[in-house]
């Protein structure tokens, strides 16, 4: 047999082994494309909200950070779990790569765990969000007792 056999290398066994996915990892997606329960998502967005939160986890106090993300197809939250020595502010352009998308109150929210990766761009890489700070909300009416 001739000519070069490729195959497809898991991205967590290429981490491992610190190899570069270079074009062979997902393309990026927009928000308006994201589903719950999907893994393995890219996405650049920029930060419109973020605050800085500790929490107790499995008995450990943790710091993480979480707020609301924009492109030019919507808005959605976020939380990434390993805040780590990352600083992050509003206007911020970031590309999440292997982050997981999980539902709350209806609502697609963007979590980046240990296997995620963050990157801050250019301002300049998306067109500025004009926006409110967080997604678009349908109106309900409730009652109150």
Do not use: H
């Amino acid at each position: 047999m001739t000519g070069v056999q490729t195959c497809a290398l898991p991205i967590s066994i290429a981490k491992k082994y610190d190899v570069s996915m270079g074009d062979w990892g997902d393309v990026d997606r927009t928000i308006s494309e994201l589903q719950s329960g999907e893994n393995n998502v890219n996405i650049l967005a920029r930060i419109t909200f973020v605050v800085e939160k500790e929490i107790t986890a499995k008995g450990e106090q943790k710091q993480i950070l979480s707020g609301f993300l924009a492109d030019n197809s919507g808005s959605c939250a976020f939380t990434i779990w390993e805040k780590g020595d990352l600083s992050l502010e509003k206007g911020d352009v970031i590309r999440i790569g292997s982050a997981y998308t999980t539902e709350y109150r209806d609502e697609v929210q963007i979590n980046v765990g240990t296997r995620g990766v963050i990157t801050k761009e250019s301002r300049d890489a998306l067109p500025p969000w004009s926006g409110g700070g967080g997604p678009p909300k349908e109106t309900k009416d409730v009652k109150v007792s």
